[in-house]
């Protein structure tokens, strides 16, 4: 089974990114995380990203915030998946990371999901990697069914409520 790389620029980037271990724990998808800075270990972020095929990686999420350059340098040296997180900062809220995360040249997607939205990383790394294994692609399905069982039990229970105070 494919493992997923998580890559983040600082240790202040974990309970963003804990949400994606969760996601990927349930879903019983390895990963690895590393803390690696875009610019204050390029070189490891680089060498990571070059050998993340090779070391049985299918898909990369990078969790960064304000400049936010680190999902960016990692695709740069990788054709793997990359889904950027960016994480929300004091100054601007996220907004800052948000553009610096989904604004990338022609050539070099990052795949970005919602500021701090680390579950959603892990669900869409998660979905591209169920294209090729099967048991992860029913575990989806089969999380998808008890979400829906979930919200329509949330709905009953309102409606019962609302019953009560007629």
Do not use: W
């Amino acid at each position: 089974m494919l493992k997923v790389g998580i890559v983040i620029g600082s240790d202040s980037d974990l309970p963003v990114i804990k949400k994606a271990t969760d996601m990927l724990t349930e879903l019983e998808i390895p990963y690895e995380i590393h803390i690696y800075s875009a610019h204050r270990t390029p070189e490891k972020a680089a060498a990571f990203s070059r050998g993340a095929r090779e070391n049985g990686f299918g898909a990369i999420i990078c969790a960064a915030g304000m400049a936010a350059h680190l999902a960016g340098a990692v695709a740069a040296n990788t054709t793997l998946p990359v889904i950027g997180i960016p994480c929300s900062s004091p100054a601007f809220g996220g907004m800052d990371a948000l553009l610096s995360t989904v604004q990338m040249p022609s050539g070099i997607p990052v795949a970005t999901v919602a500021v701090n939205g680390g579950a959603n990383a892990a669900l869409l790394a998660a979905e591209i990697l169920s294209v090729s294994d099967s048991g992860i692609a029913h575990r989806l399905e089969k999380k998808r069914r008890a979400d829906c069982l979930k919200v329509l039990d949330k709905d009953a229970r309102v409606n019962e409520a609302l019953k009560a105070l007629d």
